[in-house]
């Protein structure tokens, strides 16, 4: 059985919003070191599978590449802190020269993701 983790929804469109801006998952690494994308026999396609599997393993590193862009690579992070977990990308590697395509789509989404937490209240 699977649980719902609460930024679930969030975490998937951020994944849906790095693909469609053509960016692949290549690697996934949790906290200890496991290799996330060998270990569950993830399809790295799936954003939902790739959101799922990021918070259950509770912290872990993805690289996202792109064919004409640099790799940039964030951490989704299960805090179990609403607050911070309405979108969980805890940490990202910011570019100093050119866009950062993941601070973009967070900021994006946070915006979006807030206030829908808000209003539930």
């Given at each position: 059985m699977r649980m719902n983790?609460?930024?679930?929804?969030?975490?998937?469109?951020?994944?849906?919003?790095?693909?469609?801006?053509?960016?692949?998952?290549?690697r996934m690494r949790a906290w200890g070191g496991d290799d996330v994308i060998r270990n569950s026999g993830l399809d790295v396609s799936n954003a939902e599978e790739v959101a799922y599997q990021g918070l259950n393993y509770e912290e872990t590193w993805v690289v996202f590449e792109h064919p004409t862009a640099d790799s940039q690579s964030a951490k989704?992070?299960?805090?179990?802190?609403?607050?911070?977990?309405?979108?969980?990308?805890?940490?990202?590697?910011?570019?100093?020269?050119?866009?950062?395509?993941?601070?973009?789509?967070?900021?994006?989404?946070?915006?979006?993701?807030?206030?829908?937490?808000?209003?539930?209240?």
């Open positions: 983790f609460f930024g679930l929804d969030g975490l998937t469109h951020f994944v849906n919003e790095m693909f469609k801006r053509g960016y692949e998952v290549k989704f992070m299960l805090t179990g802190d609403k607050w911070c977990d309405v979108v969980p990308v805890a940490d990202w590697t910011f570019k100093r020269n050119g866009t950062d395509v993941i601070k973009e789509v967070y900021d994006e989404l946070r915006e979006i993701y807030l206030k829908i937490w808000e209003d539930s209240k």
